[in-house]
């Protein structure tokens, strides 16, 4: 079965916690992407990847850090910096092929909520 | 500014008839636009792109067009099912944009037996 999954489902952090959320995807894709989506609003893109241990910050990085050691994983950690962390966070994947035309495919997604 | 909208207001239609979602930008020279469906708890699913030199795209029961002179798509569901219920989303893939997609909020459909 292709796709991409995510873990956990739920997650509770703490204050002053770093969290991690795990991204997996077996669809041989170049590039992946962590979203963050807060009701009334579109998906922001936290960071994106186009190739292993290579990544870019996008709109909202601060708070967040990532890593892309291997082509099937994109781990994102939820630092204690963000300070208004609550929210559905969304990973996906796509080829990575130049000039655009990028469907992407998305995970489940985690629901991170601050205790 | 660039900004991207799409309907906040959820939409109700009657089962059997067409329904149709708006999306509209401005100040981006979009290359591509995609639609999205997102059921709740759930991440998106595609479900049509259109490019910039295409005017309607079709797929089953599912239209797209794509006007860049009004800066706008529309999304039609022909002959909606309850099942249809769910979050739509637009999303624009613009020449520079380094494989990120700008995504509208969606706007919630609802299909009443």
């Known amino acids: 079965d292709g796709g991409i999954t995510q873990s956990p489902k739920y997650l509770f952090r703490k204050e002053g916690q770093n969290v991690t959320l795990s991204c997996e995807q077996n669809?041989?894709?170049?590039?992946m992407y962590w979203y963050r989506q807060d009701p009334g609003q579109g998906l922001r893109l936290i960071y994106y990847?186009?190739?292993?241990?290579?990544?870019q910050k996008g709109d909202i990085a601060e708070g967040y850090s990532v890593s892309r050691e291997k082509k099937e994983s994109f781990p994102l950690t939820v630092t204690s910096a963000q300070k208004n962390p609550t929210a559905f966070y969304l990973c996906?994947?796509?080829?990575?092929?130049?000039?655009?035309?990028?469907?992407?495919?998305f995970g489940p997604g985690t629901r991170l909520l601050v205790l | 500014s660039q900004k991207i909208e799409q309907n906040s207001e959820a939409l109700n239609i009657q089962e059997g008839k067409t329904a149709t979602l708006t999306c509209n930008y401005t100040?981006?020279?979009?290359?591509?636009l995609q639609w999205y469906r997102q059921d709740p708890g759930r991440g998106p699913v595609f479900l049509l792109l259109?490019?910039?030199n295409e005017k309607e795209k079709r797929k089953e029961r599912l239209k797209v067009t794509f006007d860049t002179t009004l800066k706008q798509s529309l999304f039609h569901i022909t002959a909606s099912q309850p099942a249809d219920s769910a979050t739509y989303l637009c999303a624009l893939d613009t020449e520079d944009s380094n494989y990120q997609l700008i995504w509208g909020a969606g706007t919630k459909l609802i299909i009443k037996p």
């Open positions: 100040n981006y020279s979009p290359a591509y």
């Open positions: 990847s186009q190739i292993v241990n290579d990544f």
């Open positions: 259109i490019r910039e």
């Open positions: 996906a994947s796509s080829r990575g092929l130049a000039g655009g035309q990028e469907t992407q495919y």
């Open positions: 669809l041989n894709h170049d590039a």
